[in-house]
């Protein structure tokens, strides 16, 4: 799991494959942006298990509150549309809402969102 920094000091979590599978990949990254002094991160919904888009398995509020929990806000880009559970579009939607996850369509998009 490797994290750069942005010239504007958002950390961006690199990978091509799906690395958040479980609570424990969750908590190791969150503990990996920490020591790194990123106070936020963006990641791809590509590195995320597609079970985090279950809400039905409780993975994503127990992966989000840690983030939570030490202050890091989050962007997760890709395109979401394609999940057609009501439950996460209004879990998106509230998220957003609140600014601390945010779920977004690009990096762009991502950037300015967390700048916010």
């Known amino acids: 799991m490797e994290i750069i920094t942005l010239d504007n000091g958002i950390g961006q979590l690199i990978s091509t494959d799906a690395v958040i599978n479980s609570v424990e990949d969750g908590t190791d990254l969150v503990g990996n942006a920490y020591f790194?002094?990123?106070?936020k991160l963006i990641i791809d919904e590509k590195q995320l298990t597609p079970r985090f888009f279950d809400l039905s398995t409780k993975?994503?509020?127990?992966?989000?509150?840690?983030?939570?929990?030490?202050?890091?806000?989050?962007?997760?880009?890709g395109d979401l549309k394609k999940f057609e559970s009501n439950s996460l579009k209004d879990f998106i939607f509230e998220s957003n809402k609140a600014g601390q996850i945010n779920f977004v369509n690009s990096t762009l998009e991502a950037i300015s969102a967390l700048n916010r």
């Open 59 to 77: 993975l994503a509020g127990e992966i989000l509150q840690k983030f939570s929990n030490y202050q890091i806000k989050l962007a997760i880009v």
């Open 36 to 39: 790194q002094g990123v106070n």
